[in-house]
């Protein structure tokens, strides 16, 4: 079955370190995307990539950082410049056929002690 | 820009009891395409429709309907005979547009289905 796996589902590390979430797609889709949520609120952009080498900033890029090395993975990096990484995090990937249809994988909980 | 308002933030109903949730968007372009999410406790977010801006029929699908009425810039989801299981978080996106194909959310509406 296609989908985006995001992993690991909860995510623990200590304040100061560098963390990376992972989220792989078998759809063959060309976009993805990172997105963040906090409680009782919408989602926001953090990075995104529509082919593979490139990716922009999103809304709220400062402290993260990502790569697009191969079409079926975007990993993200949470930095220790990060200030409040505490959040619930979410991949999405998209293709134009579709008129840009994100589907989302499960998504990630990380905790930063 | 494009921008959305879903007007109501909690709904609390009985299960069985119909429950529409409101959308309003804006946005300048002529053709753009409007989309609905689900987001259930599990977190994961999971497309509901997308509906292009030519077409303004409604659409069912099993319990859920769409009313997309472009003279007031409203796409309404109806959930009729609800179930515990609709208990979710529902997002409503601005329009994407070939401009801007960045989606965007707000806080949605938290609908509660009581049994």
């Known amino acids: 079955d296609g989908g985006i796996t995001q992993s690991p589902k909860y995510l623990f590390r200590k304040e100061g370190q560098n963390v990376t979430l992972s989220c792989e797609q078998n759809l063959n889709h060309d976009a993805m995307y990172w997105y963040r949520q906090d409680p009782g609120q919408g989602l926001r952009l953090i990075y995104y990539s529509q082919i593979v080498n490139d990716f922009q900033k999103g809304d709220i890029a400062e402290g993260y950082s990502v790569s697009r090395e191969k079409k079926e993975s975007f990993p993200l990096t949470v930095t220790s410049a990060q200030k409040n990484p505490t959040a619930f995090y979410l991949c999405?990937?998209?293709?134009?056929?579709?008129?840009?249809?994100?589907?989302f994988g499960p998504g990630t909980r990380l905790t930063v002690l | 820009a494009q921008k959305v308002t879903q007007a109501q933030t909690e709904i609390s109903v009985v299960e069985k009891e119909d429950v529409t949730l409101d959308c309003v968007y804006e946005t300048r372009d002529t053709t753009y395409y409007l989309f609905w999410y689900k987001q259930p406790p599990s977190g994961e977010l999971v497309f509901l429709i997308r509906r292009n801006s030519f077409d303004e029929q409604n659409e069912i699908s099993g319990r859920y309907s769409w009313n997309f009425q472009k003279s007031t810039s409203s796409f309404n989801f109806t959930i009729t005979a609800s179930q515990v299981v609709d208990s979710a978080v529902y997002f409503c996106a601005p329009p994407l547009t070939g401009a801007n194909s960045k989606l965007t959310f707000g806080k949605g509406i938290t609908l509660s289905v009581r049994p």
């Open positions: 999405a990937s998209s293709i134009p056929r579709e008129r840009d249809t994100q589907y």
